[in-house]
C-alpha cells in the first residue's frame, strides 16, 4: 500500500518510438488534403436548414476532428434537425468529392507504404459518416491501401475526442502488446486528446490541417511535424 500518494514517481514510459506497432492516421487534414471543404460542406448544410453559417464557423473550426453529428447535436440542439443537418454535409461533401476536389496530403500514401513496409500496421479513422469516408477512399484510390478503416459507427458510435476509435483499432488489429505500441497522428486538437485518452505511446500532430502547433501541444502532442510524411523518420 502507498501511503503517500503524492509521493509516487512519475511513470516514465520505456517505449521509443521504434517500439511503434500499430499508427493510428487521421484522415481529413493529416493524410487528406481538406482545402476547405469541410467548411464549405457545413455552410452548405446550415444554409438548408435555413441557419446562417458564419454565425457557426467559429464553433465548427474550434471542433475539427470531433464526429459531425455531435457537432451538429451542439448546435442545433433537436436530434431531428441536427440529423437533418449531418445529411445535408454528408450529401455536400460527397458532392465536393465527386467534383474531383479531394486530394492526399503529398507524401501521405508513400508514408504509409513505408510503414507497412517496416512491419507497422496502419488504421485510418474519420469523424464523419462511413459512407463519406468510403468517398474519400476511393475517390483517392486507397481501398485496399491499409487493412483498416474506421469511423465513429464503427466504434461505438463516439468519435474524438474519445478514443474508441484508437482502443478498436488497437483491439481490431492485434498488432500492438499494449496501448503504448500505439502512434495517434492528427492535426487537431481532438486528434490529439483521442491519443492521450487512448494511453498511446506516440501522440503526434501535423500542420496541415485546422490547428496550429500550440493548439496540439496543448492537447497533449509528444511531438508536432510539418506533415505526415515526416512520420516514418520520426518514429525511425
Known sequence: ???????????????TPDDIRLVVLDMAGTTVADGGLVERAFAAAARRLGADPDAMLDYVRATMGESKISVFRHLFGEETKAQEA?????EAYAELVD????????GAREAIEQLRA????????????????????????????????????????RGRPYPDMVLSAFLRTTAADGVRQIAVVGDTSYDMLSGVRAGAGVVAGV???????????????????GSVAELPGALA
Open 118 to 157: 517496416r512491419g507497422r500496421t496502419v488504421a485510418l479513422t474519420t469523424g464523419f459518416a462511413r459512407t463519406t469516408q468510403d468517398a474519400i477512399l476511393a475517390a483517392l484510390g486507397w481501398q485496399d491501401l491499409v487493412p483498416l478503416t474506421l469511423c465513429p459507427a464503427d466504434a461505438g458510435g
Open 86 to 90: 449531418n445529411t445535408a454535409f454528408e
Open 1 to 15: 500500500m502507498v501511503s503517500d500518494p503524492e509521493n509516487i514517481p512519475e511513470y516514465i514510459p520505456e517505449n
Open 207 to 225: 500542420l496541415t490541417g485546422a490547428h496550429d502547433e500550440n493548439a496540439l501541444r496543448a492537447s497533449g502532442a509528444t511531438q508536432v511535424l
Open 99 to 106: 467534383g474531383g476536389l479531394v486530394a492526399p496530403i503529398p
